[in-house]
């Protein structure tokens, strides 16, 4: 008859929880299992039992087992004390003991939550331990706080100080215990009314951009403003010396004769969103200037403008005429000048002679000579978005940065875009035109031209007439987005044009050119240098592009 002597250890059931127990058996016996049966209506899927691990030593006959056991025991809503449970060994297929087990409810943590404290922006609430315990023992209490229910991300610990974001929202706080089985509960308070607000005073400055100079427009920046209720809409009222200006509500103000030597400021108001009147006011600016009027001599003369919106004359002689701040007005004369416009939206003339002129920053309008007598003029744009017309003479011209609009006039000129999307004209005689970045336009006017649309998707006009003459394209890419355009017949079809491919010496590298023939007259429009080597060759007519490829 088989025999055998148990020993089970670390056997806990309790509800919701999963563990695990170990059978170790001696005797003589062939098999060994060892089952879960349950009780009082409870099923297989409330309990389940799973050997995972067995080791068995057997000496002549005599066996040696241990068998690791897990299981997992479903919380099913039973009254404590109503449940047990048994463990069968079975030896060679018989029944050889029967061991009862009671299966232990995890039970709910007990006591309550409070919470002491004002329900304002600002305020400490504190936590209130309300005889919090367990019955299987309390081994700790972990703190964390809820905004209308949800879990408020940081705020850990027995106390939370009310934030902007909790207005207008109900504050609880939350105990989550942790019994002597391991097992956790929680336990939630009471939410409080809803937070209400304390007025944030506004933070940052109200600044004024522009120049206090006459004939200038300062602007309202209210990129330095914040208030944490709300920033409503501004309301502008604008100061001089501290007094209103009548009608000066506006986010903008031009400075006229009435306001030289005043020093201006602004008052910004706005309802926040709880309702509160704010008023912020800027800074003051510097006292406003008038602007200076100066006449050189028909000697050489150094004229400097001030902060306002100067008007300079140099006459004749190689001068020097400098804006600074404003909206300023250079008229070289006669003579080499040098003409600097500075900051603000400045017109500068050169007149004849040999100039340069520098925009500097601002939207500038720059004039080279008017006549013959001007040979040559150096025009630099500089920032900002300037119109130049070079006028005579065979003039180097320099966009600068920003969107450009420059003519090189009459002469052999060279016209260079820099950044920016520009507009490029040759005008009369053959001129080199090189946009630079951006998406240009590059117009060589009349004369044979040569173009380079530098980085980005150009534009290469023609007007269609024979005196615009055959301009050359040294770096057309239709991958890079580049188009012919057709300013010439608008009723002018694809078909009408034809692509002829030959090598020109010294053009370019090792393709051919392909010249752009429109049949009609019989005249080359363009020339692209290796164009030989494109897959496409882009013609735009009107809204319609074609490929000629």
């Known amino acids: 008859m ?37 009780a009082n209506g409870l099923g297989a899927a409330d309990f389940s039992l799973r050997q995972v691990s067995s080791a068995t030593v057997e000496t002549n006959g005599y066996k040696r087992e241990s068998a690791n056991y897990s299981y997992s025991a479903l919380a099913d809503g039973l009254a404590e004390g109503t449940e047990r449970a048994q463990l069968q060994v079975t030896l060679d297929g018989q029944v050889y003991d029967t061991i009862a087990l009671s299966i232990t409810d995890n039970r709910p943590a007990t006591g309550a939550v409070g919470i002491a404290g004002t329900a304002a922006q600002g305020q400490l609430l504190q936590a209130q331990n309300q005889s919090l315990g367990d019955p299987e023992g309390l081994q700790s209490i972990a703190w964390s706080w809820t905004r209308d229910g949800a879990v408020i991300a940081g705020a850990q610990g027995q106390s939370y100080r009310l934030t902007q974001a909790d207005v207008g929202k109900a504050i609880a706080a939350r105990a989550t215990i942790t019994d002597n089985l391991g097992e956790t509960s929680t336990v939630t308070s009471d939410p409080t009314r809803d937070v209400t607000n304390v007025n944030d005073s506004p933070r940052g400055a109200v600044t004024i951009q522009g120049n206090a100079a006459i004939d200038e427009t300062l602007k309202a920046d209210l ?36 306001l030289v030597s005043s020093r201006i400021s602004l008052q910004v108001a706005y309802t926040d969103g709880y309702g509160t009147q704010e008023n912020v006011t800027s800074a003051a600016t510097a006292a406003v200037a008038a602007g200076l009027t100066l006449t050189g001599t028909p000697q050489a003369d150094r004229l400097q403008g001030g902060n306002g919106g100067d008007v300079i004359s140099g006459l004749a002689g190689n001068d020097q005429l400098f804006g600074g701040n404003g909206d300023d007005r250079l008229y070289g004369g006669g003579g080499d000048d040098r003409l600097l416009g500075e900051a603000g939206d400045d017109r500068l003339e050169g007149g ?8 500097g920053d601002g939207d500038d309008m720059i004039f080279g000579g008017s006549s013959a007598a001007d040979l040559r003029d150096v025009i630099y744009g500089g920032a900002g978005n300037d119109v130049i017309d070079a006028g005579y003479g065979n003039d180097l011209i320099m966009g600068g940065a920003g969107a450009d609009s420059m003519a090189g006039g009459y002469g052999a000129d060279t016209v260079i875009g820099n950044e920016g999307a520009d507009i490029l004209t040759g005008a009369a005689f053959g001129d080199l035109l090189y946009g630079g970045d951006g998406f240009d336009f590059l117009n060589g006017g009349f004369g044979s031209d040569r173009l380079n649309g530098g980085a980005g998707p150009d534009r290469f006009y023609h007007a269609g007439v024979a005196g615009h003459g055959n301009d050359w394209i040294q770096d057309y890419a239709a991958t890079d987005g580049d188009r012919l355009v057709w300013g010439g017949d608008p009723a002018a079809t694809a078909e009408q044009f034809q692509i002829n491919l030959a090598q020109t010496a010294n053009a370019g590298g090792a393709a051919q050119e392909a010249f752009v023939i429109y049949k009609p007259t019989g005249q080359i429009i363009w020339a692209l240098v290796d164009g030989g080597a494109q897959q496409d060759i882009r013609l735009q007519i009107g809204a319609d592009v074609f490929d000629l490829a």
């Open 2 to 38: 088989a025999s055998a002597t148990f020993d089970i250890s670390a056997l806990n059931l309790v509800e919701g929880r999963d563990g695990f127990f170990t059978v170790e058996a001696e005797g003589t016996y062939e098999t060994l299992s060892v089952s879960l049966l349950v």
């Open 223 to 258: 990129s330095g403003l914040s208030d944490a209720d709300g920033l409503g809409t501004p309301r502008y009222q604008w100061l001089a010396d501290g007094e209103a200006i009548a009608g000066a509500t506006a986010a903008t103000l031009l400075l006229d004769e009435t």
């Open 352 to 359: 004849d002679g040999r100039d340069m002129l520098n925009g």
